[in-house]
Structures are given as structure tokens and as C-alpha cells.
């Protein structure tokens, strides 16, 4: 089996930061990418940034220039430093990654529980 569990969610005040944390544990052979997604009430899941294996990455629009994404391919982890954080980035926080077994064919896509960021103004 394949968990990933995050971390780092809260209450924070407009403008401030907060570092969100995904760890992968399980039967891991390899990690393709992973990546933040996050929903807010009534509104449909959407992309926050992605990594891939050789650290390139890619960030929505909204978030370019305040957000940051990392990882420690030794901890199999990624993280997400949000920064001059907005009452807009109140959501659920879900991080993902595509990742092969052992003994198993193929990639997987698998995803964390959530944590909630709740940005007040």
C-alpha cells in the first residue's frame, strides 16, 4: 500500500505564511511527479504547483511569485511554502503523486486525506 499524509495546515492572517508538508510512505519503487491541488467551498479541485522527478516545476497563475514547491526525494516528500497568503487561498489542501509499486506495473496516482488553510482578513 501507498500513503501520503500531509501536514502544516492552519489559521493564518492575510499576508502571512505557512509550509505545508506531504510525506509518501509504502511500497514505493519510483515518483514519477507530485503535486499541491486544493478546493474551496463550492468550487471545483484545481492545480496549485507540480514537481517533477528531475525538479521542474509548474504553479497556477494565482499563486506565482508567492508560493514555492519542493522536494526531498530521500524523505520521498513534498513540500509547499505559501507565502503573502490571501482570504482566496482558504481551501483544502490535497497533494498527489504518481507513483510506481514494486511489484506492480505501471504509475499509480495516489492522494493525501487534505489539510485545511484558512486564511482570515
Known amino acids: 500500500q501507498v500513503q501520503l499524509v500531509e501536514s502544516g495546515g492552519g489559521l493564518v492572517q492575510a499576508g502571512g505564511s505557512l509550509r505545508l508538508s506531504c510525506a509518501a510512505s509504502g511500497s514505493i519503487k519510483s515518483i514519477i511527479a507530485m503535486a499541491w491541488y486544493r478546493q474551496a467551498p463550492g468550487k471545483q479541485r484545481e492545480l496549485v504547483a507540480r514537481?517533477?522527478?528531475?525538479?521542474?516545476?509548474n504553479y497556477a497563475d494565482s499563486v506565482k511569485g508567492r508560493f514555492t514547491i519542493s522536494r526531498d526525494n530521500a524523505k520521498i516528500a513534498v513540500y509547499l511554502q505559501m507565502n503573502s497568503l490571501k482570504p482566496e487561498d482558504t481551501a483544502v489542501y490535497y497533494c498527489n503523486a504518481n507513483i510506481a509499486r514494486y511489484y506492480s506495473d505501471g504509475y499509480y496516482l495516489y492522494w493525501g486525506q487534505g489539510t485545511q488553510v484558512t486564511v482570515s482578513s
Open positions: 514537481i517533477t522527478s528531475a525538479s521542474s516545476t
